[in-house]
């Protein structure tokens, strides 16, 4: 293996050994030993077996978006938290079973992650016009696109083919990226799935809407360090703050992610934190820590003056993000419930209909 190489044409990578590119084989000059040409994702995937697959699902998510105003952030970190845990093959929608251990109840998700049952009714939207045919990982992917794009923001051709596993991984899920990370590990968190600097500046940028629990930033706002606020906390939002969230109390009050426009996808985000108005420490720290000015401060800042350049950043990195781990061809299956792997035994679907919904109260 360490002599191989990557070639890749337009959707397929295959991987060979460079020792034996050329062989003469009984008078013909060959390339052989291709150890592994795995499907890669492709725009036009369900082109021919599901066309109208977007159309359907963007007409879910304004159906649910208009008794559930802030549900296109939750699908975003749906999409987030499935792709950073073992790759982005819906383990995050699998329920509790006999053999499952869900994702949802790992501490990144348990009562924040939401939005499962839009996710549910879309799959049966999906399934009713094209049984059989698309997994839930690319609904995941399609709707985080959906999200963006019906919340004023950019709209990007989505690879499509993930195809769904059958495994979670509670202790990847407990591992997420979190919001009492500090840079150097949140950088690590990506690095370690292929995204770099610029990835973790534009995907925070996701940050542009939805909400955040008071537990989740009140530290910055009593006693960050010697009894004192965090010092790169806007004194202005640091009042308005300490008023929603006061010492001793509900911690699971929810907040503006961007207290200038929480609902409208943009560069905004990152204008705020020029103004030390970043809500979580992660948001912040991307400018303002100690350690940041060589690698996050410089795109927190182009992006703040150029929302195309932010934009074209977040699809890349939504792009990169949607590629981590996937399943493709014949590894994985296409769910037929979104729930639950295909063809669990009676004893497994017991357990996963007494299952209560994870969600309740929500970070994002
Ligand atoms: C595609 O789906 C949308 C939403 O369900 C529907 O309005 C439209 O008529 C569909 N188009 C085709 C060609 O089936
Ligand atoms: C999830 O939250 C509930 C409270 O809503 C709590 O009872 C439970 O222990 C939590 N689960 C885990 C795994 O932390
Ligand atoms: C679960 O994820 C962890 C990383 O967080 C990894 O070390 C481990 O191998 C994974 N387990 C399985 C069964 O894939
Ligand atoms: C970041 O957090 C890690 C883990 O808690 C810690 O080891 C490290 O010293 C911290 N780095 C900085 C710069 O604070
Ligand atoms: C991150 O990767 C993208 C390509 O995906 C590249 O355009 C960008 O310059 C990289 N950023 C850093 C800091 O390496
Ligand atoms: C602030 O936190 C420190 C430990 O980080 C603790 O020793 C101190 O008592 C706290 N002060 C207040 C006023 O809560
Ligand atoms: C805390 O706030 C959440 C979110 O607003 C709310 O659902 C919950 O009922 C509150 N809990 C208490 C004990 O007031
Ligand atoms: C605090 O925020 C306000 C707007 O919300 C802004 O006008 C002001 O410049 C900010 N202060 C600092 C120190 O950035
Ligand atoms: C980061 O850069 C800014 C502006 O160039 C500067 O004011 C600040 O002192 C720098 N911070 C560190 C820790 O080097
Ligand atoms: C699902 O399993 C997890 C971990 O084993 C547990 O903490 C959680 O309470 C279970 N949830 C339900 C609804 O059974």
Known sequence: MAAAAAVSSSFFTCRFNALSVLLVVLGFVTILHFNKCEAQLSPTF????CPNVSAIVREQLVLAQSSDPRIFASLIRLFFHDCFTDGCEASLLLDNTTEIKSEKFARPNNNS???????????????????????????LAIAAEASVYLSEG??????????????TNFTAA?????????????????????????????LSGAHTFGRAQCFTFIRRLYNFSDGNPDPSLNTTYLAELQQRCPQGGNGSVLNNLDLDTPDVFDNKYYTNLQNLNGLLTTDQDLLSAADTNASTA????????DQNVFFESFIQGMIKMGNIAVLTGSNGEVRGNCRVVNGASGSQLAIQLRNSEASSAEEI
């Not at 410089?298 to 992006?303: C, E, L």
């Open 46 to 49: 369900y082109d021919s077996t």
């Open 113 to 139: 992650a939401r939005g499962f049952e839009v996710i549910d009714a879309v799959k049966t939207a999906v399934e009713s016009s094209c049984p059989g045919v698309v997994s839930c990982a690319d609904i």
């Open 154 to 167: 950019p709209s990007w051709t989505v690879l499509l083919g993930r195809k769904d596993g059958r495994t």
């Open 174 to 202: 407990n591992n997420l990226p979190s919001p009492f990370d500090n840079v150097t590990v949140l950088r690590q968190k990506f690095t370690d799935v292929g995204l770099n600097d610029t990835d973790l500046v534009a």
């Open 298 to 305: 410089p795109d927190v800042n182009r992006f703040a003056a």
